[in-house]
């Protein structure tokens, strides 16, 4: 059972950055693809980034190409980063992480059978 704990959430403004970070805890999280999600108040939790249990595969949504960077921690197998560039108000949401034991990357939140409870960012204008 791998547990997921998200932080470096906050305000910021637009065009501004922040670092998110995904720690797991439980399993063999390094042998696992990790996922973000994020989900703004009414809306469906949609599709951010995901990387391979390696690192060698990635996967963006489109709206985050160029702007967003997923990454396996080198010195720690078990966290994952999200840096975020350039940041749009539209983008506050919150932001949750999963982990799917297969180590694939994928971009259906279905396929992820663990979550955190997610990071708050508030981008404003």
């Known amino acids: 059972q791998v547990q997921l704990v998200e932080s470096g959430g906050g305000l910021v403004q637009a065009g501004g950055s922040l670092r998110l970070s995904c720690a797991a805890s439980g399993g063999t999280f390094s042998r696992y693809a990790t996922g973000w999600f994020r989900q703004a108040p009414g809306k469906e939790r949609e599709f951010v980034a995901a990387i391979s249990w390696s690192g060698a595969s990635t996967e963006y949504a489109d709206s985050v190409k160029g702007r967003f960077t997923i990454s396996r921690d080198n010195a720690d197998e078990k966290t994952v980063h999200l840096q975020m560039n350039s940041l749009k108000p539209e983008e506050s949401a919150v932001y949750h992480c999963?982990?799917?034991?297969?180590?694939?990357?994928?971009?259906?939140?279905?396929?992820?059978?663990?979550w955190g409870q997610g990071t708050q960012v508030t981008v404003s204008s």
């Open positions: 999963a982990a799917d034991q297969s180590g694939t990357v994928k971009a259906g939140k279905a396929e992820y059978a663990y």
